[in-house]
T-cell receptor, first 116, second 116 residues
């Protein structure tokens, strides 16, 4: 079956612009996660969805970052007024059932965002 | 606060050598899960293993083995008879069950280079 997919694979934007990154989880996975990975670092948790609702958004760095999952499947991560420091690889993961930390998260290929 | 330390930033060995990647974690939770992921040059995180805090049995999967020791808060990963295809960045990650958050906490990763 298909894994987690993310689009676009690469995004170049200018400082101050708005961007949207899309994640399509594994079919049947109700839990969805966003992470950010800077060069030379491990992924950092941003937000977790259980179904349509954001169950934990404690990792979002500030209010320029927002994510939605309106139908409980595809999710969009939105970044307003992008800054050069937002440049990173944005990873999406999904897991079965309730998530809850014990479920294995399966990752997509990521979107490489470059803010000029 | 939870934390994962991978003290080895980079390891380089010659093919067929055995190599151990270290992972030390910190948590105040009594129930937690530990994970290892592989990130090859293509960038996608590949799940390798999940271990819960109540299961201290070591695990072997082909050339891969894992040693979990709660007494030293370590979850080390050994590759036996390494191959060039094992070259990648390897991440150890922690998930706490009772903390109420579901995101994984990753270490900074160990870049493993297998030379032919």
């Amino acid at each position: 079956g298909a894994g987690v997919s993310q689009t676009p694979s690469n995004k170049v934007t200018e400082k101050g612009k708005y961007v949207e990154l899309r994640c399509d989880p594994i079919s049947g996975h109700t839990a969805l996660y966003w992470y950010r990975q800077s060069l030379g670092q491990g992924p950092e948790f941003l937000i977790y969805f259980q179904g349509t609702g954001a169950a934990d958004d404690s990792g979002l760095p500030n209010d320029r970052f927002f994510a939605v999952r309106p139908e409980g499947s595809v999710s969009t991560l939105k970044i307003q007024r992008t800054e050069r420091g937002d440049s990173a690889v944005y990873l999406c993961a999904s897991s079965q059932a309730s998530g809850g930390g014990q479920e294995t998260q399966y990752f997509g290929p990521g979107t490489r965002l470059l803010v000029l | 606060a939870q934390k994962v330390t991978q003290a080895q930033t980079e390891i380089s060995v010659v093919e067929k050598e055995d190599v151990t990647l270290d992972c030390v974690y910190e948590t105040r939770d009594t129930t937690y899960y530990l994970f290892w992921y592989k990130q090859p040059p293509s960038g996608e995180l590949v799940f390798l293993i999940r271990r819960n805090s109540f299961d201290e049995q070591n695990e072997i999967s082909g050339r891969y083995s894992w040693n979990f020791q709660k007494s030293t808060s370590s979850f080390n990963f050994t590759i036996t008879a390494s191959q060039v295809v094992d070259s990648a960045v390897y991440f150890c990650a922690l998930s706490e069950i009772n903390r109420g958050a579901d995101g994984l906490t990753f270490g900074k990763g160990t870049h493993l280079i297998i030379q032919p």
